[in-house]
């Protein structure tokens, strides 16, 4: 594995950036965010209630698998939960009112000594959500069709939790509470 390239002076930084080595699985590996790591899976629905688009952040190429796609996140602060840090870091990356969005559930992959939340939200009643890129985390933040979301060089992880995700939010119970 390539070493990380440095983060350019982050705004936002906090105590729970840097990283953890891990050895789940077998090879060791690591992963950002001292404290674990949590995300916002955005999920807009078209008339007939299935998932229709979904937020994705195209990643700053200096980020961990730079020029891949995935969902605005990253690591939490200590004892912060996440929800909270999910929300915080999509208002950071994206532009997002916390707001704005309702939870509909969450997504854990857990690694023992580190685990990456995503909690998987869509729009609350009429809200119109037009995310951007409003940090250098970031060449761009837009909401993404359902069908072109595999056409696009996804982040790993994202990839592998990704149908999942869309799962979650097409069970008619989540739908319909
Ligand atoms: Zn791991």
Same mark, same amino acid.
């Given at each position: 594995?390539?070493?990380?390239?440095?983060?350019?002076?982050?705004?936002?930084?906090?105590?729970?950036?840097?990283? *953890?080595?891990?050895?789940?699985?077998?090879?060791?590996?690591? +992963?950002? /965010?001292?404290? %674990?790591?949590? &995300?916002?899976? !955005? =999920?807009?629905?078209?008339?007939?209630?299935?998932?229709?688009? *979904?937020?994705?952040?195209?990643?700053?190429?200096?980020?961990? +698998?730079? /020029?891949?796609? %995935?969902?605005? &996140?990253?690591? !939490? =602060?200590?004892?912060?939960?996440?929800?909270?840090?999910?929300?915080?870091?999509?208002?950071?990356?994206?532009?997002?009112?916390?707001?704005?969005?309702?939870?509909?559930?969450?997504?854990?992959?857990?690694h023992g000594l580190w685990r990456y939340t995503t909690v998987v939200a869509e729009p609350?009643?009429?809200?119109?959500?037009?995310?951007?890129?409003?940090?250098?985390?970031?060449?761009?933040?837009?909401?993404?069709?359902?069908?072109?979301?595999?056409?696009?060089?996804?982040?790993?992880?994202?990839?592998?939790?990704?149908?999942?995700?869309?799962?979650l939010c097409d069970r008619p119970e989540v739908s319909s509470i």
């Amino acid at each position: 594995m390539t070493a990380p390239i440095p983060r350019p002076s982050p705004h936002h930084r906090h105590d729970g950036d840097g990283w *953890v080595e891990c050895s789940f699985g077998g090879e060791p590996h690591r +992963h950002w /965010g001292r404290f %674990g790591a949590a &995300g916002l899976f !955005l =999920a807009r629905r078209s008339p007939d209630g299935r998932v229709a688009d *979904v937020v994705l952040q195209h990643r700053a190429l200096w980020s961990h +698998h730079g /020029g891949t796609w %995935g969902i605005p &996140g990253g690591a !939490l =602060a200590s004892g912060e939960d996440v929800v909270a840090g999910a929300l915080r870091e999509s208002a950071e990356e994206a532009g997002i009112v916390p707001a704005a969005v309702r939870i509909i559930g969450q997504h854990t992959v857990d690694h023992g000594l580190w685990r990456y939340t995503t909690v998987v939200a869509e729009p609350a009643g009429s809200a119109r959500i037009e995310p951007r890129a409003t940090d250098a985390e970031s060449l761009e933040v837009r909401w993404v069709s359902r069908r072109s979301v595999s056409r696009l060089p996804l982040l790993p992880a994202f990839a592998v939790a990704l149908p999942s995700l869309l799962a979650l939010c097409d069970r008619p119970e989540v739908s319909s509470i």
